[in-house]
């Protein structure tokens, strides 16, 4: 008994002194100030070919450090990429969990870059954060 109240004394005194962590919290609780909290934006198997005339869909996360799901504004911009007729088609759609999204039309054959921006809601402690790939449309 005098051991377990000598080891509950210690603990206590460990805690109280800033020493021991009793319970895990998030950091986005830690970040008193907006955008301090690094998030990743990622798209999960990007299609690298479509058919011409397709809507390619594609699936976006966004991650965060600690266990806080980020929320806030998916950007999806679609720009051809090289020589040709030129093409530029943006998607605003509000984030609040992983979704698939569909993407424009496309009807022109050739190399497209599709970027991915997240943009936190105001006063949120997230910062923002891209991803981008290219993907080519067949004949």
């Known amino acids: 008994m005098t051991k377990r109240l000598i080891a509950f004394i210690a603990a206590l005194a460990l805690s109280t ?12 609780a830690d970040c008193p100030y907006p955008g301090c909290v690094k998030t ?19 699936r976006v996360t966004v991650a965060a450090n600690g ?4 929320k806030g504004q998916v950007i999806i911009r679609v720009k051809r990429i ?4 030129k ?10 969990g ?3 999204y569909s993407l424009p039309k496309l009807n022109k054959p050739g190399k497209y870059r ?22 080519r449309v067949k004949r």
């Open 17 to 28: 002194l800033g020493l021991v962590a009793t319970a895990g919290t998030s950091q986005a």
């Open 40 to 58: 990743d934006t990622g798209v999960k198997k990007p299609p690298k070919k479509v058919k011409k005339g397709a809507k390619p869909k594609v």
């Open 67 to 70: 266990n806080v799901k980020p």
């Open 98 to 100: 992983n979704h698939k």
């Open 82 to 85: 090289g020589n040709g007729p």
């Open 114 to 135: 599709v970027v991915v921006i997240f943009k936190p809601g105001k006063n949120a402690p997230f910062k923002s954060s891209r991803d981008n790939f290219t993907l």
């Open 87 to 96: 093409y530029f088609r943006q998607i605003a759609v509000k984030y609040s």
